[in-house]
Nanobody
Framework: QVQLVESGGGLVQAGGSLRLSCVTS????????MGWFRQAPGQPREFVAA????????YYAESVKGRFTISRDNAKNTLYLQMNSLKPEDTAVYYC?????????????????WGQGTQVTVSS
């Protein structure tokens, strides 16, 4: 059974930082592209960032470029998202996702596997 479990969300003031983690089990982690998405109330799911299987390539939405950093530790089957200079508009539920196709993650905003999400709230 494949599981993706996010953690690290919370309430932070604008300008602050958070680090999200996504621990996976039941899938060959190092064979998958991994991504972070977010969804605010009443809004469609938004691509945030993605990373290749070996971490050699990373991709970011324009809205987070320069502020967020995606990384992975294949030995720990864990995906990370370091979020700095947070803004109120970053408030959303953040989800990690796994897929073998980077196009599906980045363009279709879809994936084979999803976590349950972690809430990030940025106060002004």
């Amino acid at each position: 059974q494949v599981q993706l479990v996010e953690s690290g969300g919370g309430l932070v003031q604008a300008g602050g930082s958070l680090r999200l983690s996504c621990v996976t089990s039941g899938l060959p982690f190092s064979s998958y592209y991994m991504g972070w998405f977010r969804q605010a109330p009443g809004q469609p799911r938004e691509f945030v960032a993605a990373i290749s299987w070996n971490g050699g390539s990373t991709y970011y939405a324009e809205s987070v470029k320069g502020r967020f950093t995606i990384s992975r530790d294949n030995a720990k089957n864990t995906l990370y998202l370091q979020m700095n200079s947070l803004k109120p508009e970053d408030t959303a539920v953040y989800y990690c996702a796994a897929d073998r196709n980077i196009y599906r993650l980045r363009v279709n905003r879809d994936a084979d596997y999803w976590g349950q999400g972690t809430q990030v709230t940025v106060s002004s």
